[in-house]
């Protein structure tokens, strides 16, 4: 297994991203630690990561409260004793279809401020421990922004959260780069599967979604999680600062 007797914490586990990397480090041997605003939702993927044979914990965790981060982080490490993986992929609450002169400043903000906010708060949590033992991966989901959906519809604050998490990336993999932990970006074009059945315009969305690619297809919410374990494996050991795209081809200029 690639992550056997590893410990990862997954900060949204209970979305579909954060669902589809918690079960795959769990099948690759790590422990899960799934955080979440909702104890239910976190629980709920949980207890099916463990009646499927993986070991996984469910907290509720707001990851915009300080101390609730550091204090769940020394849950973790009582726990297991280590932490070799974190990631961030709670939703930054954003307001799409609104054109950008029309948006309040709050609005815009919001999505910024809290991924900003969050993924900060929860990296410095993972460093700090990960620093020590000279090793451990924190890996953020989204990447650059492709600027050519913006011509589109209107994006609100989405292109700005994506561009400005990615700075945070750059500037982590820099400094935390000596002391043997990696900074790795996940980035797709799509997922098709998190757009829900009832959206209005889902099917075209989801076909311009497809068309963008070079192989007809959009990476599937497994694939990202079996991409995921690999990066959090010693194979990926050299890897770091990178965005590692998954798009199939839809970022080509």
Known sequence: MLLQGRSAVVYGGGGHVGGAMAR???????????????LATVRAVAEEITTAGGTAFADAVDALDEHAVDEHMDRVIERCGRLDVSVNVISDQDVQGVAMAQMTAADYLRPIVT?????????????RVMVPRRSGLILYFGGTFDWSVARRFSVGGMGVTFDAV???????????????????????????????????????????????TLTGRTATLAEVGELAAFVASDHAGMMTGAELDMSAGTSIR
Request: glycine residues 14%.
């Open 166 to 212: 990615e700075s945070m990336r750059k500037q982590l993999a820099c400094e935390l780069g000596p002391s043997g932990v990696r900074v790795v970006t996940l980035r797709t074009g799509g997922l098709p599967e998190t757009i829900p059945a009832g959206f209005e315009g889902r099917d075209e969305l989801v076909g311009w979604l497809t068309g963008q």
């Open 115 to 127: 991924a900003v906010t969050s993924k900060f708060l929860t990296a410095r949590a993972a460093a």
């Open 24 to 38: 795959a480090f769990a099948r690759h041997g790590a422990t899960v630690h799934l955080a979440g605003r909702t």
